[in-house]
T-cell receptor
């Protein structure tokens, strides 16, 4: 079993739809959870950062973490064509000096106008 | 804030030559920088972690003599692909951790360098 599982999609939705993206993980040591957005041929851009379980909202984006189920989600409300990108979940455990990230494979999202 | 740049953005070279890629943190100091490789439609694969002033730590399966990493200052790390071959063609991305305000695990990524070896 891979440490982080993420459905690669592709996912295609109409403009204005609510998008739900998720990842599951197996390493219970993960405590820091991130969502990155990556446009084609660009570097990833940090969207959301959460620590431990709970919800975090930032504009149209909501990140949820359920550590008991080892499941994290990213919701995008009122999706826009400009949201079309690959979304990567990433996780890190505490401790250690290098703070390495473990990434999911990424989900390719297309929002159709 | 938290901007990371990479240079060059794209490079094409002949087989057997060496290529150097620079990664700079523009508005923060980065004690730790990371180098990733990404194949088309695949996720990021961590190659190595570099700490300012010390030797890089390479991931299993990454050739140290092939991918030379130098992190000489708090704002600059370089990756040199030595004696490049077509199989080294890929998208190379660096990231950096803010020394002062970086949250655990938080990394800021550069725009990437596309290397094509003919």
């Amino acid at each position: 079993q891979k440490e982080v599982e993420q459905d690669p999609g592709p996912l295609s939705v109409p403009e204005g739809a609510i998008v739900s993206l998720n990842c599951t993980y197996s390493n219970s040591a993960f405590q820091y959870f991130m969502w990155y957005r990556q446009y084609s041929r660009k570097g990833p851009e940090l969207l959301m950062y959460t620590y431990s379980s709970g919800n975090k909202e930032d504009g149209r984006f909501t990140a949820q973490v359920d550590k008991s189920s080892k499941y994290i989600s990213l919701f995008i409300r009122d999706s826009q064509p400009s949201d079309s990108a690959t979304y990567l979940c990433a996780m890190s455990s505490s401790g250690g000096s290098n703070y390495k990230l473990t990434f999911g494979k990424g989900t390719l999202l297309t929002v159709n106008p | 804030g938290a901007v990371v740049s990479q240079h060059p953005s794209r490079v094409i070279c002949k087989s057997g030559t060496s290529v150097k890629i620079e990664c700079r943190s523009l508005d923060f100091q980065a004690t730790t920088m990371f180098w990733y490789r990404q194949f088309p439609k695949k996720s990021l694969m961590l190659m190595a972690t570099s700490n300012e002033g010390s030797k890089a730590t390479y991931e299993q399966g990454v050739e140290k003599d092939k991918f030379l990493i130098n992190h000489a200052s708090l704002t600059l790390s370089t990756l040199t692909v030595t004696s490049a071959h077509p199989e080294d063609s890929s998208f190379y991305i660096c990231s950096a951790r803010d020394r002062v305000s970086g949250r655990t695990g938080e990394q800021f990524f550069g725009p990437g360098t596309r290397l094509t070896v003919l």
